[in-house]
């Protein structure tokens, strides 16, 4: 497996992927739906009372898993080490804004699911917070099962972000939505 191709494969199950299980130092691990920021972030939103929402505030370090089972004996999944943090006042209404477009493109389905940004903020029912990915593994079985290659491959973290930032400025984030 040459350099490029754990990236292409990462970003690839990221930006078509739409849930992701998010492990906060609780210990406690929680399944939200994501979108791809224009930064390379991962986005999603939580009510700030949530168990997940106020262990971040107390250590932002978390860990993510994102996988993709085609059968039982091939998957793929990422892994990743990050720092979550909620949007402050200066971003929210633009990371609100990425997420819905993001995990949303249809505009009368997005329409149907967009909390307006009167229901955001640190004392209402909805906060935004975003992943920014510091560490990450692909794990692929698809060369194991020949006994080519290893299941677990390092990932060039900033490699990463560069190529999630040009997916998440595209007009959607995740494919088949």
Not at 7 to 34: D, F, H, K, M, Q
Not at 39 to 51: D, K, M
Not at 57 to 75: C, F, K, Y
Request: proline share 6%.
């Amino acid at each position: 497996m040459d350099a490029s191709e754990p990236i292409s494969a990462s970003r690839e199950l990221i930006a078509e992927s739409r849930y992701l299980a998010l492990a906060t130092a609780g210990p406690w691990i929680a399944t939200v739906n994501y979108a791809v920021g224009r930064c390379g972030e991962l986005l999603f939103c939580s009510p700030p009372e949530a168990r997940h929402s106020t262990d971040v505030e107390a250590r932002r370090e978390v860990a993510v898993a994102i996988h993709r089972a085609v059968d039982l004996t091939t998957i793929s999944g990422v892994q990743i080490v990050g720092r979550c943090r909620p949007a402050g006042p200066e971003d929210l209404d633009d990371k609100r804004s990425q997420f819905y477009e993001s995990a949303f493109p249809d505009p009368l389905v997005r329409q149907q699911w967009e909390v307006p940004l009167t229901g955001f903020g640190p004392v209402k029912p909805r906060m935004v917070y975003a992943i920014t990915i510091d560490e990450c593994w692909l794990f692929d079985t698809r060369n194991a099962q020949q006994g080519t290659g290893a299941r677990r491959h390092a990932v060039d973290a900033k490699a990463l972000v560069l190529a999630l930032s040009r997916e998440g400025k595209k007009d959607h984030g995740h494919a088949g939505s």
